[in-house]
C-alpha cells in the first residue's frame, strides 16, 4: 500500500471538510494535517471550528491547546487544556501541555501541580520528571530537584546545558550556605587539655 502524500492529504481533509461542513471529525482531521504539515494557525481555526460543532471532542481540545502552545499563546492554551481537563482529566497529555504553559508564565508552583498529576498518571513520564525538577529548583527544593532529575534521567531525558549549570550553582550556594565555621577559642577546657590558672 502506498503512503498517502501530506499534499494529497490536505486537499482530501478540505473535500471532507467542504462536503460535510457541519461534521466535527473532518474539521478535526484537517486540524491534524496542518498540525502534521506545521501550518499551526490554520490548525488551530480548524481545530475551534470542530470544537464548536461538538464541544465534547477531547482530543480536539487537547490539540487546540498544544498548538497554541506552539504559537506561544500560553493562556490560549491553558483555556483549552482546561476544558480538555474538565472532560477528560486521566490524559497525561493535558496536564502536561498545562504545566508547559505555565513554565512559560513563569509560574514554577503551577508548573509543579500539573507534572505531579502527570506522574500520577504516568509514573515513568521523563519529561515530567524533568519539569517536576525545574520547578522544584524555582522553588528552591533542591532534594527534589535533584531526585526529579535523577528519575528523567534513568528514564532516558537528557536535560538542558542551562538547567545543568543552574543545579550546579544552586548545589554551590546551598553548599556555602550550610558550611560551619569552627572558631578555636584559646583557653578553653577540653578533654585533652585541662585549663591552666
Not at 68 to 75: A, D, I, N, S
Request: aromatic share 6%; charged share 30%.
Amino acid at each position: 500500500m502506498e503512503r498517502e502524500s501530506q499534499r494529497h492529504r490536505v486537499e482530501r481533509c478540505l473535500k471532507d471538510v467542504e462536503e460535510n461542513p457541519s461534521k466535527a471529525s473532518a474539521w478535526y482531521n484537517l486540524g491534524l494535517t496542518h498540525t502534521i504539515s506545521g501550518r499551526v494557525k490554520k490548525a488551530e481555526e480548524a481545530y475551534l471550528k470542530a470544537v464548536e460543532l461538538d464541544p465534547s471532542m477531547v482530543q480536539a481540545w487537547v490539540n487546540l491547546g498544544g498548538v497554541r502552545l506552539m504559537r506561544w499563546e500560553f493562556k490560549g492554551c491553558l483555556e483549552a487544556t482546561r476544558a480538555a481537563a474538565d472532560l477528560r482529566a486521566d490524559l497525561p497529555i493535558i496536564h502536561y501541555n498545562m504545566g508547559q504553559a505555565y513554565l512559560y508564565l513563569n509560574e514554577p508552583e503551577n508548573l509543579l501541580r500539573c507534572n505531579e498529576r502527570v506522574l500520577e498518571l504516568d509514573k515513568d513520564h521523563a519529561l515530567a520528571h524533568y519539569h517536576a525538577a525545574v520547578a522544584h529548583l524555582a522553588l528552591d527544593n533542591m532534594g527534589a530537584a535533584e531526585r526529579h532529575l535523577g528519575r528523567a534521567l534513568e528514564l532516558g531525558h537528557r536535560p538542558t546545558q542551562d538547567f545543568v549549570k543552574a543545579m550546579e550553582k544552586a548545589n554551590l550556594k546551598k553548599q556555602r550556605e550550610s558550611k560551619t565555621t569552627l572558631i578555636e577559642i584559646s583557653g578553653a577546657e577540653t578533654p585533652e587539655n585541662t585549663k591552666e590558672d
